[in-house]
């Protein structure tokens, strides 16, 4: 199975601050990558797919870029609502697993 | 509306055995690969189980194989995952979700259930 590697796994950060998630795979996947934002109680929702690409309804602040085995999720001028667990996930392979998520907090 | 009610969640003994049910409406069900995801008390997301739209092909994570079986019946608009000798570390919120593409090879997801709560006593 192929393993995804996230980091940090938390992140301390203000209102306003640009901040980045990396996820590595143990294999390429090309770019089947996506994120997704997950807060307490609540189910995942997805952010970004094929590495890149913004789901609709996403604010622009979120973007993501990688490819093969090293990706980057980035959010320009964090906001309030923006705190929260980032999870980044690989569908190269029908068995899809998860990296296993950044906190990121109010410093 | 298009959305994902999930149902069947309980508290059972190790050994025992539940059957998890998400009901979908609001778009082509039998078109898409649908998804169980789990999550342990304060722990990370892990894929559990997939099936394609028509239901022919079904995969699964290694601690569950053999025990767990997910189907779907599109008649009803209803995935199921059923769960046969539990142990506690299946013990999680169970999430059933929709892959964002039809036919979903290369699709993440895109549509989530409210989540059900199974809780296996040892």
């Known amino acids: 199975d192929i393993q995804m590697t996230q980091s940090p796994s938390t992140l301390s950060a203000s209102v306003g601050d640009s901040v980045s998630i990396t996820c590595r795979a143990s294999?390429?996947?090309?770019?089947?990558l996506a994120w997704y934002q997950q807060k307490p109680g609540k189910a995942p929702k997805l952010l970004i797919y094929?590495?890149?690409s913004l789901e609709s309804g996403v604010p622009s602040r979120f973007s993501g870029s990688g490819s093969g085995t090293a990706f980057t999720l980035t959010i320009s001028s964090l906001q309030p609502d923006d705190f929260a667990t980032y999870y980044c996930?690989?569908?190269?392979?029908?068995?899809?697993?998860f990296g296993q998520g950044t906190k990121v907090e109010i410093k | 509306e298009v959305q994902l009610l999930q149902s069947g969640g309980d508290l059972v003994q190790s050994g025992g055995s539940l059957r998890l049910s998400c009901a979908a409406s609001?778009?082509?069900?039998?078109?898409?690969?649908m998804t169980w995801v789990r999550q342990a008390p304060g722990k990370g997301l892990e894929w559990v189980s997939a099936?394609?739209?028509?239901?022919?092909?079904?995969s699964y994570t290694d601690s569950v194989k053999g025990r767990f079986t997910v189907s779907r019946d599109n008649s009803k608009n209803t995935l199921y995952l059923q769960m046969n000798s539990l142990r506690a570390e299946d013990t999680a919120v169970y999430y059933c979700?929709?892959?964002?593409?039809?036919?979903?090879?290369?699709?993440?997801?895109?549509?989530w259930g409210q989540g059900t709560l199974v809780t296996v006593s040892s």
């Open positions: 099936i394609s739209g028509g239901g022919g092909s079904t």
């Open positions: 979700a929709k892959s964002r593409a039809s036919g979903g090879t290369y699709s993440p997801l895109d549509l």
């Open positions: 094929q590495a890149s």
């Open positions: 294999q390429s996947i090309s770019s089947w």
């Open positions: 609001g778009f082509t069900f039998s078109t898409y690969t």
């Open positions: 996930q690989q569908y190269n392979t029908y068995s899809r697993t």
